[in-house]
């Protein structure tokens, strides 16, 4: 009768070997391709949360709103870029983000109109801080 043995038989381990060589290789993939997937997401949630629109707002507002109301009102002109300033404050103070119109310095000319108003615009939410001064010229 014959005897079986295993101690001359080395299949098994080579066997046992590759199956834990291949599983760590698919470990390894698999990590690879979740961090990914990871990055992918994180990137587009980056891009959509991006506050462009409430940054071209408020330039809009200091740039242009502001001028007109400096050429068709400049006896009140001061008072209304505070009231605008108080009311960015609050709407997105409600949102969550920090922003403000200040109006730093105005330069009229000898019959009271305005020439010229430099104003800051300040924007910060957790993601972007954002802020830049300008003159515009009236």
């Given amino acids: 009768m014959a005897r ?3 101690a001359g038989d ?3 381990q080579i066997v046992i070997i590759l199956a834990l060589v291949v599983s760590i290789l698919l470990a390894g993939l698999s990590l690879v391709y979740t961090q990914n997937i990871l ?3 994180e990137s587009g ?3 959509l949360s991006f506050p462009k629109d409430a940054i ?3 330039r809009e507002l200091a740039l242009e709103k502001l001028k007109e109301y ?3 009102s400049p006896e009140s002109f001061l008072y209304y870029a505070k009231q605008i300033d108080r009311q960015v404050q609050q709407l ?3 949102h969550g983000s920090y922003a403000s119109i200040e109006v730093i310095d105005v330069k009229t000319s000898a019959d ?3 020439t010229s108003y430099t104003v800051k615009i300040v924007f910060s939410n957790t993601e972007v801080e954002y802020e830049d001064t300008q003159t515009v010229v009236v």
């Fill in 10 to 12: 080395e299949k098994g």
């Fill in 4 to 6: 079986l043995s295993l």
């Fill in 112 to 114: 009271g109109t305005i």
């Fill in 92 to 94: 997105y103070a409600s």
């Fill in 39 to 41: 990055a992918g997401t």
């Fill in 45 to 47: 949630v980056t891009q």
């Fill in 56 to 58: 071209r707002d408020l």
């Fill in 70 to 72: 400096a050429t068709l």
